[in-house]
């Protein structure tokens, strides 16, 4: 039982001449209790986009349309007095920046507090205990002391870990992860990681989790979604993406991943720039990058070929050669 | 001194006036003499009257403080709700109406205004007391009727000197508001669950206020010296009415005095503000 | 932009004052005091009989050249000052920015009185005093942008090669820094008539029979209950005039400093 289905969800905003600029197309992925689904990406591909029109924060002036289902409901649409109890206790999120994502005006403990009391008809004291609970859950040494602290009190790891203690506050079963750890250092990020692992082996929720890295991505994922210029192009399991991967966009990133122990006298990066959502090419928008770029890709966007991977190229291959 | 002009004054009697007011000694002297008095607030004898400067001044400040504080608080009190409306509402034609009644009201010349106001609610209906602070019968009212009195004197001189303040604040609570609600914070409590408003009045206004503290103590000098605008128009018997009739017949040590305490005042302001803002912003610590 | 209309009237109104006015605006004529407005004096007639449109008209051209003297007198001590501290720096700075703080700290309008005072209350001191009490905004804005501006490559470049510092700061970093000034200045305007037609209304500014909108308006709360057109006619010039400034600042920011007005909200 799928836990979220998006179905041809669109994110729509306007450029300056009221021409509408999708920056999310046709992206449709379901969820299951306990599994984790990378969402991969370069910026601007519409990723965090996608995240954001899951708890209906897409900002104004932008639309979503198609259909975004949390346990058989229909969020689209949904009135923000219903959206409320959704998100922080059905869906959470954690977005990128640590440093600027916690209120600096008032103590940890009151920002997780009212977390709780806006989704649990429970006493303060209880909320509080909670609270506390909640910040043992990610590791915080001495959180009793440290729960009367301000966040600019705290290093960057840190506060990431109490964002997402406060996204697990009210036991939500899914959590999105925004590109949690690309603020930080790389022994952090590992940390922080493993520590969200061990939290979903206990607790069987879903997470999304969004990064521009496919290495992090391929360490906790069990399903992979590569997405460019705002659809999906290629999705499926960790295992065949590795190894099978189809689309020459997915190989592209999967040759850019330095290996330990191979010395090469430079990284294969993607030749090129994403384009931007205004001014998509024509056709298969990854062709002007793409080397195995055959005619059709310039006439015409390729439709799903559904295999054991779900991808979207029309000449694909396990090789960019 | 403008003495040397008048042929009646013999030159002993201007020797001796030399000497009283010290001018017969060299100027860095005189200098170090001044700012050595000024420091213990002795600023002379007015010119006029004879007195002690500070002793007149000392008369009227606690009027000064009345209207100003009133003013301030009222500034604040209907200035941020208007500001936080206008961003909540932004673009919509409630927010416009705002903005213009902003540039409206930081375009009008205040003692115009004054002079409308008075005509207006002291002179047609007849409404609102428009000078001085208490009226002629004062002394013969009850206890209450006395605090009423004081009051309804207040209303005029209050709002006017709190109009164009009133404009300039709310307009910066609005850029403010605008300015924090694109924080990545905002977005967390919305992202948390929380409803509207507790996003909005709580996590948002508080850091929109954090700036709004420091403009308190920047406000105070604009007010301490439109005093002496709207003191004269309104005959309240305060500090600024005491610097126009001062300046009127050239009063100069009273000036003086007035021009020293008012800075005094702003330096006190900023100070106020800077414990303010150290106090609700935790990341300042005294 | 309905600022730069109101702004262009107005100059224009002033510049062409003699050639439009009905009348002298000292011409006297105590046969027809006080008279309200009519089709040979369309403002009405003041306490002596003379034409109130003439003398709005003429009351105008000191506004305006009280604005614009007065601006252009802080705008010279204002960008020197910033300019200076801004570019060299160190005890340069701090002397200079320190004495800002001095300035900033006595109440203006008392600061202003007193000079009246000790200077006299004329056209020309009231220029110059409002000039001389309304640089310190602007000096630190210049500051500002020239700190910024001298981490530049280019001005380090030109440095480097060893340009003079005065070559530099009026060639090099000064334009790139003047859309702020141009902005404020225009702020500025509005608030230097605001603040003259304030002190003429008080006596402590442009002195009778010189026409200003400031003492026509004293004339008006005279005579408030009788005649209603002279506290009118003042009122509203001045009102639109500093609306029309501030208008033009306004859009002035939007049009080169987009960074300065609000953008987009998320909600």
């Given at each position: 039982m799928p836990n979220l289905k998006l179905s041809g969800v669109q994110v729509l905003f306007r450029d300056a001449r009221q021409q509408p600029v999708p920056v999310v197309r046709e992206v449709s992925f379901e969820t299951q209790p306990g599994k984790t689904l990378g969402i991969v990406g370069e910026s601007g591909s519409g990723k965090s986009m996608t995240a954001l029109s899951i708890l209906g924060l897409v900002p104004f002036p932008g639309k979503v349309k198609g259909s975004i289902k949390y346990h058989d409901k229909e969020l689209i649409g949904l009135p923000d007095e219903k959206y409320e109890k959704i998100r922080g206790a059905g869906i959470s999120i954690v977005f990128q920046d640590p440093a600027t994502a916690l209120n600096p005006v008032f103590t940890i403990e009151k920002q997780l507090v009212e977390t709780i009391l806006a989704h649990r008809q429970i006493e303060t004291r209880e909320a509080k205990k909670q609270a506390l609970d909640s910040l043992m859950g990610v590791d915080i040494p001495s959180p009793e002391k440290r729960i009367k602290d301000y966040p600019h009190q705290f290093s960057g790891g840190m506060k990431q870990r109490i964002l997402i203690a406060m996204a697990l506050s009210c036991d939500p079963d899914i959590l999105i992860l925004d590109?949690?750890?690309?603020?930080?250092?790389v022994t952090v990020q590992a940390q922080i990681l493993d520590m969200v692992e061990r939290i979903q082996n206990f607790n069987k929720m879903t997470i999304i989790l969004i990064s521009h890295d496919l290495g992090i991505i391929s360490e906790i994922s069990d399903e992979v979604a590569i997405m460019y210029a705002g659809r999906i192009v290629e999705h499926g399991t960790i295992k065949d993406i590795l190894d099978n991967a189809q689309h020459p966009y997915t190989r592209g990133l999967l040759d850019s991943i330095p290996k330990l122990g191979v010395h090469k006298a430079k990284l294969n990066a993607i030749g090129g720039f994403p384009p931007n959502p205004s001014e998509l090419p024509s056709g298969c928008p990854f062709h002007p990058r793409c080397p195995r770029k055959i005619e059709k890709c310039v006439q015409q966007d390729p439709p799903y070929t559904m295999n054991k991977l779900k991808f979207a190229c029309w000449n694909p291959g396990p090789t960019n050669g | 001194m403008h003495m040397d002009m008048n042929p009646n004054v013999s030159p002993d009697s201007i020797a001796e006036m030399k000497k009283m007011y010290g001018l017969d000694k060299p100027i860095p002297v005189q200098y170090a003499d001044w700012v050595g008095r000024l420091m213990r607030f002795d600023f002379g004898r007015s010119f006029l009257d004879q007195r002690p400067v500070i002793a007149k001044i000392a008369d009227r400040l606690p009027a000064t403080l009345l209207l100003s504080g009133l003013s301030l608080f009222t500034i604040f009190i209907l200035a941020i709700p208007l500001g936080v409306y206008s961003a909540m509402h932004h673009n919509s034609k409630k927010d416009r109406f705002i903005t213009v009644f902003t540039f409206v009201g930081y375009s009008i010349p205040a003692f115009w205004l004054a002079l409308l106001c008075m005509l207006f609610f002291g002179v047609i209906l007849g409404w609102l007391p428009i000078s001085g602070m208490r009226s002629v019968n004062h002394d013969m009212l009850g206890a209450v009727d006395k605090f009423w009195d004081y009051c309804a004197h207040l209303i005029l001189p209050v709002f006017i000197s709190a109009f164009g303040g009133l404009a300039s604040i709310s307009r910066y609570t609005r850029s403010n508001m605008l300015e924090v609600v694109r924080q990545d914070y905002i977005r967390t409590a919305k992202a948390k669950g929380l409803p509207r408003h507790s996003v909005y009045y709580l996590h948002a206004l508080r850091n929109a206020l954090l700036p709004i503290i420091t403009i308190i103590g920047l406000a105070l000098p604009g007010l301490i010296g439109g005093s002496f605008i709207f003191e004269t128009i309104f005959s309240w018997p305060g500090m600024g009415r005491l610097a126009y009739e001062s300046a009127m017949n050239f009063d100069y040590p009273t000036i003086m005095g007035i021009a020293v305490i008012g800075a005094m005042l702003t330096l006190i302001g900023n100070i106020i503000a800077d414990i303010l803002y150290a106090a609700v912003d935790p990341r300042i610590r005294l | 932009m309905i600022g730069a209309g109101i702004v262009i009237v107005l100059i224009l109104l002033s510049l062409t004052a003699p050639v439009l006015s009905p009348y002298d605006p000292q011409a006297q004529d105590l046969s027809l005091r006080l008279q309200p407005p009519s089709a040979s004096h369309w403002l009405g007639t003041d306490e002596y009989g003379r034409d109130v449109l003439s003398r709005m008209l003429y009351g105008g051209r000191i506004s305006l050249s009280v604005g614009f003297v007065a601006v252009g007198i802080s705008l010279l001590i204002g960008i020197m000052l910033g300019a200076i501290a801004g570019y060299f720096g160190g005890w340069v700075d701090q002397l200079i920015m320190r004495t800002v703080d001095v300035v900033l700290c006595i109440p203006t309008l008392f600061l202003i009185l007193m000079l009246i005072v000790f200077l006299g209350p004329n056209l020309f001191n009231i220029m110059v005093i409002i000039g001389l009490t309304s640089w310190t905004e602007l000096s630190r804005l210049v500051r500002a942008e020239f700190l910024s501006l001298r981490q530049r490559d280019y001005i380090q470049a030109a440095r480097a090669l060893g340009v003079p510092d005065f070559i530099i700061i009026f060639k090099h970093i000064l334009p790139n820094a003047l859309a702020p000034v141009f902005i404020s200045a225009t702020f500025g305007i509005a608030g230097a008539i605001l603040l003259e037609s304030g002190l003429s209304f008080l006596g402590l500014g442009v002195q009778p029979p010189t026409p200003s909108w400031g003492n026509i308006l004293t004339t008006g709360k005279d005579y408030i209950t009788q005649a209603w057109w002279l506290t009118l006619s003042p009122g509203i010039s001045i009102f639109l005039t500093v609306l029309g400034y501030n208008l033009l600042g306004d859009g002035l920011r939007d049009v080169l400093d987009p960074r300065l007005s609000g953008g987009e909200e998320h909600a």
């Open positions: 590109e949690p750890t690309t603020a930080l250092d | - | -």
